[in-house]
């Protein structure tokens, strides 16, 4: 904005009137994807035009979660809130991990005796397999570099005693 000459007061102002209507500019966004108007967004909703009208022009604090929720599952999307303590990246992992796990798990429950589902997620465990191995095989790498820096081994020495190495002489010097 300051290239085009907007000064910082004024810049300022539009940046916050931004942030406080995100939400609402993302369901705005989504509408306008799928090609619906406000008002086939409010029959779709079984509300009326001026209510999606308000919706997609609230700010942030504005918008009811439950609203919003409904307002995308119209639009087919799955709305997942998360609420946890702050987790460094470590415990962010583990815990992605533990999801992983938890929807494979889930995965199994619809094998079931049908070939075509069999075979789906059969492919599918195949790929994920696959991927993991990939991941698991990258990060042994890192890892090990890493080891290597931290403990470096030192360069294997042979030490031999006097005997040992006149011996050793002696047999090369008949070879």
């Known amino acids: 904005m300051n290239a085009i000459g907007i000064d910082k007061d004024t810049a300022s102002k539009v940046n916050e009137n931004i942030k ?8 705005t966004i989504l509408r306008a994807k799928t090609g619906l108007s406000q008002t086939e967004m409010a029959k779709k909703m079984k509300t009326s ?4 009208s308000k919706l997609e022009s609230a700010s942030n604090n504005q918008i ?3 609203d919003m929720c409904t307002y995308l599952a119209t639009l087919g999307y799955e709305t ?10 470590a415990q962010k992992i583990k815990s992605t991990y533990n999801q992983l796990s938890a929807l494979l798990a889930e995965l199994q429950k619809y094998a079931v005796d049908d070939d075509s589902i069999l075979k789906g997620i059969a492919k599918f465990e195949l790929e994920a397999t696959h991927n993991m191995l990939n991941l698991a095989s990258t990060l042994l790498e890192r890892s090990s570099s890493k080891m290597k820096k931290i403990y470096p081994q ?9 005997s040992i190495a006149e011996s050793i002489e002696k047999e090369l010097a008949l070879a």
């Open 20 to 27: 406080n209507h995100s939400i609402s500019q993302n369901l």
């Open 49 to 52: 035009q001026s209510f999606i």
């Open 64 to 66: 009811k979660i439950e």
């Open 80 to 89: 997942t809130i998360s609420i946890s303590r702050p987790q460094n990246i």
């Open 154 to 162: 030192p360069e294997p020495q042979i030490i031999l005693d006097d």
